[in-house]
């Protein structure tokens, strides 16, 4: 098991509704992203902050944003729901910039009715 | 940016026998190629991985091999077993790029006893 943790496991939102999703990195990772996996697809790139900034960014709208914190853990903060945000929403997180492996954590379901 | 394709989207294989999939990138900058298996539920782990100045890894019954100049590469798994079977994503990233991993579409190995 990775020491990414992520919260909650399930949610359950409605459609305009706003949520915030939280991930704590793996002690001494300062970069974590954040993807969001359709059911049968492969996780798309979201977003990904390294020491508190935003660095890089995937094909997403404005309505999905974060946060790094001091401490490294992260939120993604979606407004407006929509149907097709209901995902599995997945944090990796690795040491640096430059590092090899990325560490998932287990996900978020979001189901949006 | 980046794309990834990977093939084939499923693989059904009896125990004992090799699976190949493979995968084609089109960014050439790409420098770092992992190989990650998810089960139902649970969270991506690399089984295995690339760099851009390698051109084959083995780790037991996996393997990875790199064409650079064709921009592609394939995982093999020899001597399957029922529990390979899951999905299996390949993904690419830039240099200096953290966690920002570019995934494939994903490919569902069964493997029958």
């Known amino acids: 098991e990775t020491g990414v943790t992520q919260s909650p496991t399930h949610l359950i939102k409605t459609r305009g509704q706003q949520v915030t999703l939280r991930c704590s990195s793996q002690?001494?990772?300062?970069?974590v992203s954040w993807y969001q996996q359709a059911l049968g697809q492969g996780p798309q790139f979201i977003f990904q902050?390294?020491?508190?900034?935003?660095?890089g960014r995937g094909n997403f709208p404005p309505r999905f944003s974060g946060l790094q914190f001091p401490n490294y853990s992260s939120e993604l903060n979606v407004n407006a729901l929509e149907l097709d945000d209901s995902a599995l929403y997945l944090c990796?997180?690795?040491?640096?910039?430059?590092?090899?492996?990325?560490?998932f954590g287990q996900g978020t379901r979001l189901t949006v009715v | 940016g980046e794309n990834v394709e990977q093939h084939p989207s499923t693989l059904s294989v009896q125990e004992g026998d090799s699976a190949v999939i493979k995968c084609t990138y089109s960014?050439?900058?790409?420098?770092?190629f992992p190989w990650y298996k998810q089960e139902l539920g649970k969270r991506p782990q690399l089984i295995i991985d690339?760099?851009?100045?390698?051109g084959e890894k083995k780790d037991q019954r996996i393997a990875v091999t790199l064409n650079k100049t064709a921009k592609h590469f394939s995982l093999h798994i020899t001597e399957t077993q029922p529990e390979d079977s899951a999905v299996y994503f390949c993904?690419?990233?830039?240099?200096?790029?953290?966690?920002?991993?570019?995934f494939g579409k994903g490919t569902t190995l069964s493997v029958s006893s």
């Open positions: 990796a997180s690795t040491n640096d910039r430059v590092a090899t492996e990325a560490f």
């Open positions: 002690s001494g990772h300062n970069t």
């Open positions: 902050y390294y020491r508190e900034e935003e660095n």
């Open positions: 960014d050439s900058a790409s420098n770092y």
């Open positions: 690339i760099r851009s100045n390698v």
């Open positions: 993904a690419a990233r830039r240099p200096q790029a953290g966690t920002a991993l570019i």
